[in-house]
C-alpha cells in the first residue's frame, strides 16, 4: 500500500465519519487500512463529525469495532464543541432542553449544565435550546423547544445537515428539526456549531497542529466539508461513498480539490 503522489504532501488529516468512514451500521470497504496506513506514515488525523447522537467515548467505540484506534482527543463532535462553545461564551450556570440523542445530552451533561426535561420547559426558565439529530422526534418535543425560544431560550444548533446517509438511503437529518423550530418560532439560530462553521474546524485544526495548506479535509457533503474547508483554507477531497453523488459534484459551483469513488482510492 502506498499512498497517491498527490496526497503525499499533506501532513494533517481531517476525516467526516458518516458516509467517508461508515454508511448507516456499515463501515465502508477498506477505510480502516487506509487509517492504519496513515498513522504509519505518521500523519495526524482527527476525525470530525457534525453527528451529536454519540459521545467522543461511544465514537471511539464504533471506531474501534471497525478495526480504527482512534484517542478521545482526536475525535471532534458538534456536540462537543457546542458544549465549548455555551461555556466559553456563557458559562456554566446555564439551564439547557435539548433536543437530541443521549450523546448530545451527555456532552452537555459532562460541561455541567442543568439539563430540563420536556415537562419542566413549561413551568422553568430555559437559558437555551440545543438541536441536534433526534431519531425519537415528536411534537411535543418540538412544541417545548418552541414555546422555549418564544420565550427568550438562545437557540443553538449543532449542525444544519438536511439529511443522513444510511444503508437505506438518505434520512431526514438535525437541519430538519431546525428548520421546523425556525419556520414555527421565526427565529434563527444564534450559530450552527458544525460545518461549514469554520469555528468547528479551527477547533480541529488545533487538535491537528498542522498548517491549513498542509491539511486535507475528507468528507461527503460540498454544503458541509468542502465549504468548511474552503472557509480554513484548507484542501478538500469528497469521497462519492456518502450523500454526494458525482453529478451533483458535477453541477455545484463549489469544487472540491480532489473527487474519489471511496476512501480506499486515496492509496495505490
Not at 453541477?251 to 480532489?258: A, G, Q, T
Request: charged share 30%; proline share 3%.
Amino acid at each position: 500500500m502506498k499512498l497517491k503522489k498527490e496526497f503525499q504532501k499533506f501532513k494533517g488529516f481531517i476525516f467526516d465519519c458518516d458516509g467517508v468512514i461508515w454508511r448507516g451500521e456499515n463501515k465502508i470497504e477498506g477505510v480502516d487500512s487506509v487509517i492504519r496506513y496513515l498513522r504509519k506514515e505518521n500523519k495526524r488525523i482527527v476525525f470530525l463529525t457534525n453527528n451529536s447522537t454519540k459521545t467522543r467515548e461511544e465514537y471511539a467505540k464504533r471506531l474501534k469495532l471497525f478495526g480504527i484506534d482512534a484517542k478521545i482527543d482526536e475525535i471532534v463532535t458538534s456536540g462537543y464543541v457546542t458544549a465549548q462553545y455555551l461555556r466559553e461564551k456563557y458559562g456554566r450556570n446555564l439551564r439547557l432542553y435539548i433536543i437530541g440523542e443521549s450523546g448530545l445530552i451527555e456532552e452537555m451533561k459532562n460541561f455541567g449544565f442543568t439539563i430540563l426535561s420536556e415537562r419542566e420547559v413549561w413551568h422553568c426558565k430555559i437559558n437555551v435550546v440545543v438541536v441536534g439529530l433526534d431519531r425519537k422526534l415528536t411534537y411535543e418535543k418540538l412544541a417545548a423547544g418552541a414555546y422555549a425560544i418564544l420565550n427568550g431560550a438562545k437557540f443553538i444548533a449543532t449542525n444544519a445537515d438536511p439529511n443522513i446517509p444510511t444503508e437505506k438511503g438518505l434520512l431526514p437529518g438535525a437541519g430538519a428539526i431546525v428548520s421546523f423550530l425556525k419556520v414555527s418560532t421565526g427565529v434563527k439560530p444564534e450559530i450552527v456549531i458544525g460545518k461549514p462553521n469554520v469555528e468547528i474546524m479551527n477547533f480541529a485544526l488545533k487538535i491537528l497542529g498542522t498548517d491549513p495548506e498542509n491539511t486535507l479535509v475528507v468528507g461527503d457533503r460540498i454544503e458541509t466539508d468542502i465549504i468548511a474547508a474552503k472557509r480554513a483554507r484548507c484542501k478538500s477531497l469528497i469521497v462519492l461513498t456518502g450523500a454526494t453523488t458525482l453529478e451533483e459534484v458535477k453541477k455545484s459551483e463549489i469544487k472540491p480539490d480532489f473527487i474519489l469513488e471511496s476512501l480506499l482510492d486515496m492509496v495505490l
